[in-house]
């Protein structure tokens, strides 16, 4: 497949919440449906010892809140993957496959506009998930600004990733231009 090319070629991929799902059933594992209704709001997620080692992962917390909006999970692991996180009610929260492949079940892209279009276009999923509007707005205002500082972090990582080996290794200052 594409994907199998992908790793083997060691091209950097990047799969965050259904783009994790997909990963992880194209790469041979299973996604299944979360019990007990969707995964809304802001959830802890803890690190698993590989996931403190991680250095994709680096200065980010072993417990940290982040942003969930999902109904599927991934249920196993691709063969030759790594735990990374967990959540209480979501046991695969972020997970690695190979040196360049990268899954998060959590949504570390979205912004307080996000969250208000998605409550506008799924009410019934709030509902399903034990939630009001007025509930998960406030947890937008209580922890957004510390998860978009994560995120930023873990973007940061990713960045690093994606940027190509050679001019990681000759440094990125000596490529830019005052």
């Known amino acids: 497949s594409i994907l199998a090319d992908a790793m083997e070629r060691q091209i950097p991929v990047i799969g965050l919440c259904l783009g994790c799902q997909l990963l992880a059933r194209a790469l041979g594992g299973t996604v299944e449906k979360i019990d007990g209704g969707p995964e ?8 698993t010892p590989a996931g403190r080692e991680e250095i994709m992962l680096r200065g980010i917390g072993w417990k940290t809140l982040q942003p969930q909006w999902h109904h599927w999970q991934v249920g196993t692991l691709p063969a030759g ?8 009610r979501c046991t695969v929260q972020a997970w690695k496959v190979g040196m360049r492949g990268y899954a998060f079940q959590f949504h570390p892209e979205i912004l307080p506009g996000t ?11 709030l509902k399903m998930a034990g939630l009001t509007s007025e509930q998960l707005l406030a947890q937008v205002s209580d922890h957004y600004a510390t998860s978009a500082r994560i995120a ?15 001019r ?8 830019l231009h005052h």
């Not at 990681?168 to 490529?175: A, E, F, I, L």
Request: hydrophobic share 40%.
């Open 168 to 175: 990681r290794q000759t440094g990125v200052t000596s490529q």
């Open 40 to 47: 809304i709001g802001w959830h802890e997620v803890t690190m």
């Open 81 to 88: 993957s790594t735990l990374l996180a967990s959540s209480q």
């Open 115 to 125: 969250v208000a279009r998605w409550i506008q276009q799924a009410p019934d999923h």
């Open 152 to 166: 930023d972090r873990l973007f940061q990582s990713i960045s690093l990733l994606l940027l190509p080996q050679e």
